[in-house]
């Protein structure tokens, strides 16, 4: 494990735990979608906060436990999707996506109490010592020109064993990149509160 990579997302995701209570308005719980959506292929995997379909801050969020029926792993998933056309009118995305390993039967058993799930549990889930980073994907204003095709700004998609590898430059690199995002999209958030 990257201790030092661990301690950081965990600040950036209580940040994006804080900007779903200011955002609430934009957010519905798993229980609303499922009622709505019966059928739906998140039901009795998922529990937390989601985005609602159009959103006035144009932030997707996503502040949820997932622990899929036909896997034997369950995480605590916290993103923040920002996005917007540059000056060239093509599209780009700000984005953070933090996955932390969880105890399935600890995410079952919050998936049973869907309904009265609250934040302040998420963020309990989020500080047990036990729940460490797993994933991280963070583009930092990515996109493709309209025109030529090409890849703008810069994606990155870590698995926990590439989380591990990471050297210190590297980790130190990827909280840089991961502060600006957050910084990009909480302007953008704040924005929409006040």
Same mark, same amino acid.
């Given at each position: 494990? !990257?201790? +030092?990579?661990?301690?950081?997302?965990?600040?950036?995701?209580?940040?994006?735990?804080?900007?779903?209570?200011?955002?609430?308005?934009? /957010?519905?719980?798993? +229980?609303?979608? +499922?009622?709505?959506?019966?059928?739906? @292929?998140?039901?009795?995997? %998922?529990?937390?906060?989601?985005?609602?379909?159009?959103?006035? #801050?144009?932030?997707? /969020? $996503?502040?949820?436990?997932?622990?899929?029926? *036909? =896997?034997?792993?369950? &995480?605590?998933?916290?993103?923040?999707?920002?996005?917007?056309?540059?000056?060239?009118? !093509? *599209?780009?995305? $700000?984005?953070?996506?933090?996955?932390?390993?969880?105890?399935?039967?600890?995410?079952?058993?919050?998936? &049973?109490? @869907?309904? #009265?799930?609250?934040?302040?549990?998420?963020?309990?889930?989020?500080?047990?010592?036990? $729940?460490?980073?797993?994933?991280?994907?963070?583009?930092? =204003?990515?996109?493709?020109? *309209? &025109? @030529?095709?090409?890849?703008?700004? &810069?994606?990155?998609?870590?698995?926990?064993?590439?989380?591990? @590898?990471?050297? *210190?430059?590297? %980790?130190?690199?990827?909280?840089?990149?991961? =502060?600006?995002?957050?910084? $990009?999209?909480?302007?953008?958030?704040?924005? +929409?509160?006040?």
């Amino acid at each position: 494990m !990257n201790a +030092q990579l661990n301690q950081a997302t965990k600040i950036v995701a209580d940040k994006l735990i804080a900007m779903g209570r200011r955002l609430h308005d934009d /957010m519905e719980t798993w +229980q609303e979608v +499922q009622d709505r959506v019966p059928d739906s @292929s998140s039901k009795n995997t %998922t529990t937390g906060f989601v985005a609602k379909p159009h959103t006035k #801050s144009g932030i997707e /969020m $996503n502040l949820d436990v997932i622990a899929p029926e *036909e =896997e034997d792993t369950a &995480k605590l998933r916290i993103w923040a999707i920002h996005a917007f056309k540059d000056e060239s009118e !093509n *599209e780009r995305f $700000n984005n953070i996506q933090l996955g932390y390993a969880l105890d399935r039967t600890q995410a079952q058993d919050l998936i &049973k109490q @869907s309904k #009265s799930l609250s934040l302040d549990d998420l963020a309990n889930l989020l500080h047990d010592p036990n $729940n460490t980073i797993s994933e991280i994907t963070i583009s930092d =204003e990515t996109g493709r020109e *309209e &025109k @030529s095709q090409q890849t703008l700004g &810069k994606r990155y998609d870590l698995d926990d064993k590439d989380i591990a @590898s990471l050297n *210190e430059a590297d %980790t130190m690199q990827l909280i840089y990149v991961m =502060e600006n995002v957050l910084s $990009n999209i909480e302007r953008i958030a704040n924005n +929409q509160v006040q």
